[in-house]
């Protein structure tokens, strides 16, 4: 059985306010005109239902996702890789952002595939993790694509 997601809607109809009152306060936009008491009635009732923003939806609206393409071909079997990863997740939920893990298994050609389906889905930035040497004191980096090292 599934259970219905708390909408916007929800949230107006239980504080007594517009779905458009609601928003406004919800995503905390100034000069409302709102009342203190509106803003704690709407803020509760988002509390108290458990109301999570539909990211989509605020991603079409804005034309932004706040998403974080982490693209690698080996990183994620390293040893740091749990720390590594751990600290993205975590700089980027400060920020209000999530993060897209995406392995390439050292496949070269993979890489630009994954990366190339990664940024239709319209990400907002992306990190591609490289060798820890420098590009021109690494053999591996100056003979193969930045990818394979």
Do not use: Q
């Amino acid at each position: 059985m599934t259970v219905k997601r708390v909408t916007l809607a929800d949230v107006a109809r239980r504080a007594g306010v517009s779905p458009t009152a609601a928003s406004m306060i919800l995503n905390g936009k100034p000069d409302t005109r709102l009342s203190a008491d509106a803003h704690a009635r709407v803020n509760a009732a988002a509390r108290d239902l458990g109301y999570r923003p539909n990211i989509g939806a605020r991603a079409l609206r804005t034309d932004r996702t706040y998403t974080i393409g982490f693209i690698s071909d080996v990183v994620a079997t390293t040893r740091f890789a749990s720390g590594l990863i751990k600290g993205a997740l975590e700089e980027a939920e400060s920020a209000g952002h999530v993060v897209l893990v995406l392995e390439t298994g050292a496949s070269p050609p993979a890489r630009p595939r994954r990366s190339r389906r990664s940024s239709t889905g319209r990400s907002t930035g992306s990190s591609s993790p490289r060798c820890a040497r420098a590009s021109s004191t690494c053999p591996r980096c100056r003979a193969r694509p930045p990818w394979s090292c």
